[in-house]
């Protein structure tokens, strides 16, 4: 990515998706996802406070995650 963010010529970009990129993508992004569904599992009885963002698709606020007592 940095290589293609810096890159100016048109051709070379070109060439980077499509032989570095690309195959990257295809090797190592699992899966495309058709519905929406929240990624964070860890929500349950092991977990205390977890300020969550409502609709937010990622890991966030990790950081404030607390411990039931």
Do not use: C, F, Q
């Not at 070109?14 to 690309?22: A, D, I, Q, T």
């Amino acid at each position: 990515m940095d290589r293609l963010a810096t890159e100016p010529r048109r051709e070379e970009r070109v060439r980077l998706l499509r032989e570095e990129l690309g195959p990257w993508l295809y090797e190592y992004i699992p899966a495309v996802s058709i519905g929406v569904t929240h990624s964070i599992v860890g929500v349950g009885s092991k977990v205390g406070e977890w300020p969550l963002i409502p609709g937010h698709m990622g890991l966030h606020n990790w950081e404030y995650v607390t411990h039931p007592r």
